[in-house]
């Protein structure tokens, strides 16, 4: 049986690159695996897939009952296929925060790592068979590991990212700064979608207090792209929370260039959710975090309702 390498719902180039990266190490393995991706791409995703010669994986509503798979760059069942707990779950590899949730036919591999990027523990993984990456695969792990820590700009990177990028872009004949200028151009053109498809283009689900929230995240070099349509976000948003089953959507834009994020104040509700969680002093229906880079490290972790 062919096993699935897949990450969350929503993928960005982390969860797009990823499946493909192992995909392709347990082929070289001897086993017969596939990516595949539970959502549409990003723009940086798509842009990344594109200029390293990959088509994008087909994308999969659900999973049969005993299919092989192995998860990667998540663990947590909110971000997966309804019927995860009935295939026959291989292995994870992933570098947030265990969830729990999932259940597992027998034993399985886990690996999870405190680094910015999935694709850095990949790396690790496959030991001297990293020296036979052709060039495609260096490329999507450099992209992953240039989109996880924004050109190493995030507070989630660490020294083993750093170092890895750095040597993928030797091998290739990149220089960092114009090859992340040309991704995060990629991924600040959200001209083409909805309120709605932006408020889940990169969005995770949790629960704080008994209250369940989307956070959505979009990373830009142009915030003046997403706030100019600040008016119909914050009449979406709402909307959004109600058909996704949630309480509250919160929309964090995070300018890359500045190192801060603009979280958008649709509510009292959310409003108290800033200042509480942020100590921010909120007195209009948007409010900037200075420093604020990190969904995992800054957001996530402190939020409070």
């Known amino acids: 049986m062919t096993t699935l390498v897949f990450g969350h719902k929503a993928p960005d180039t982390d969860s797009t690159g990823s499946p493909l990266i192992w995909a392709w190490y347990l082929n070289q393995q001897g086993q017969d695996a596939e990516a595949r991706l539970l959502g549409t791409p990003n723009t940086e995703a798509l842009f ?56 597992t036919a027998g034993p399985i591999d886990i690996t999870i790592k405190p680094v910015a990027c999935t694709a850095t523990i990949m790396h690790e993984l496959m030991g001297h068979v990293a020296t036979e990456m052709p060039e495609g695969i260096k490329g999507l ?66 629960t704080v207090e008994g209250k369940k929230l989307r956070v959505s995240v979009l990373e830009t070099t142009s915030p003046e792209q997403v706030l100019s349509r600040k008016d119909a976000l914050l009449a979406a948003m709402p909307k959004v929370a109600a058909e996704d089953g949630a309480d509250e959507v919160l929309l964090f834009v995070v300018d890359i260039l500045k190192e801060e994020a603009t979280m958008l104040i649709p509510n009292d509700t959310v409003k108290a959710i800033a200042e509480k969680s942020f100590g921010a002093t909120v007195s209009g229906d948007s409010v900037v975090l200075p420093g604020v880079m990190s969904r995992k490290k800054q957001i996530i972790p402190v939020l409070k309702v």
């Open 48 to 103: 990344v897939a594109e200029r390293w010669g990959f088509e994008l994986p087909q994308i999969i509503d659900d999973v049969e009952k005993g299919q092989k798979v192995v998860l990667v760059d998540t663990n947590n069942p909110a971000e997966l296929p309804a019927s995860i707990n009935e295939a026959d779950i291989l292995a994870i590899i992933d570098h947030h925060k265990l969830f729990g949730g999932l259940v």
């Open 141 to 206: 792990m450099l992209s992953c590991i240039l989109s996880d820590t924004l050109e190493f700009r995030s507070p989630t990177t660490t020294p083993a990212d750093k170092a890895l990028a750095e040597r993928l872009a030797a091998d290739l004949g990149i220089e960092i700064p114009d090859y992340a200028s040309e991704m995060f151009a990629a991924k600040s053109d959200v001209s083409a979608f909805s309120e709605a498809e932006l408020l889940r283009m990169d969005s995770k689900e949790t």
